[in-house]
Structures are given as C-alpha cells and as structure tokens.
C-alpha cells in the first residue's frame, strides 16, 4: 500500500527561526514529489523534486530529496507569520495522474 | 486567470439527496482530478481523468460518479448522499506535458445532514 508520512504533524515557533518538515515515502513507480502551502483554501504549490531535480530553491523555502532513503525535507529560514499554514507533501505516481498525499504538517508561527 | 474554478463554494444537503460539483479549467490541461479532505485525513484521490472521454478511480471512488466530456469540464456527482460525504472537496488539473504540478481549485465545503 502506498503511503506518505510528514512529521512533525503540528510545531509553533517564533517569528526568526528555522524550521524542518519531514517527508518519508513508500509508494510504487515514484515519479515525483511535490511540497504545497495550504492556508485557507486551495493548496498552492511550492517546490516538485524529481529524479533530475532533487534540490530546489526559492527565497526562504528550500527542499531536498533523497531517493535512496526515501525522504524530503522542507526547510523554511527566518520564519514570519505569514508562514503558518498546513504544508503538504505528495508523491505523484508514474503511469497515472495519482497523487498520494500525508496528512500534512500544521506551522504556526507567532510574533 | 481563473485557472481551477469550483462551484459552489458551500452546499448543504440533506441525507439521500443528489448533487453535481463543478470544476472548470481554462488552462487547457488534460489531466483533472478530484480530492476531498477530511481532519487528520489528508487529501484522498476519489475519481481522475486524462482527457475528454477517460475517467478512472481514485482511492475513495464509492458514492461519486464522474464524466469528462470536454476538456475544460469534470463534475462530480453524488448520487445519493450520505453524512460520510461530509468533506471538503477540491479540484485540481495539470498539463500532459513534463513535469508539471498540479493546481487545485478553492474547493467546494459540503455537509451532509
């Protein structure tokens, strides 16, 4: 059964520190795996890593993949409010438009 | 650009009642799913499609029927609906081409009473 597990499901900061979200994967024909940043409504997407791309950047937020050990990470440095959301992680199968998704890690960062 | 749009944003149905969600994309993608999202649940795939005519089931496909026969088109249907319906429910599309991510509509919260 595939599967997609974030940890930690809920963390609070303050406002200037950095923080990790972990993203681990056991699902079959992996051809990529995506970040989003849900807040109120729709999930908008941050950052797709794939075999060709495992690293990607972009202001504050950076992500890795490791596809030996099955694992991505979402770093966000210098946090500011406007950073609490719930992030998501997804695997996109190969052969199909399936995306597996966890159940996503609650940010709340205070002032 | 509207990009995924979903009506409507809210309904409330009564238990054994049928409904059909919308979803439009004026993006041209050939590929549109439909989630929904439950509290500790995560989103959960209920029906996809990879272009006009073609539909396949998700993961939770029981209870919903889908139809894709335009490109910019995918409605849901509930065929008779249940208080296990009680969700929010999201659209999303993406391109056939490469690599491409899929964008999500504002999502359609429904309860069922």
């Known amino acids: 059964e595939d599967k997609v597990v974030q940890s930690p499901l809920s963390l609070v900061v303050h406002e200037g520190d950095t923080v990790t979200l972990n993203c681990s994967y056991e699902?079959?024909?992996?051809?990529?795996l995506l970040w989003y940043k849900q807040e109120k409504k729709a999930p908008t997407f941050l950052f797709m890593l794939?075999?060709?791309?495992i690293e990607k950047k972009s202001g504050r937020l950076s992500s890795i993949l490791d596809k030996k050990e099955l694992f991505s990470i979402l770093n966000i440095t210098a946090t500011q409010t406007g950073d609490s959301a719930v992030y998501l992680c997804a695997v996109e199968k190969g052969g199909s438009e399936k995306l597996v998704f966890g159940k996503g890690t609650k940010l709340t960062v205070n002032p | 650009n509207a990009g995924v749009t979903q009506t409507p944003k809210f309904q409330v149905l009564k238990t054994g009642q049928s409904m059909t969600l919308q979803c439009a994309q004026d993006?041209?993608?050939?590929?549109m799913s439909w989630y929904r999202q439950d509290p500790g649940m995560g989103l959960r795939l209920i029906h996809y499609s990879v272009g006009a005519g073609i539909t396949d089931q998700g993961e939770v496909p029981n209870g919903y029927n889908v139809s894709r026969s335009t490109t910019e088109d995918f409605p849901l249907r509930l065929l008779s609906a249940a208080p296990s319906q009680t969700s929010v429910y999201f659209c999303?599309?993406?391109?056939?081409?490469?690599?491409?991510?899929?964008?999500f509509g504002d999502g359609t919260r429904l309860s069922i009473l």
């Open positions: 993006m041209n993608h050939e590929y």
């Open positions: 999303a599309s993406r391109g056939r081409s490469g690599y491409q991510p899929q964008h």
């Open positions: 794939t075999s060709s791309g």
């Open positions: 699902v079959t024909n992996f051809r990529s």
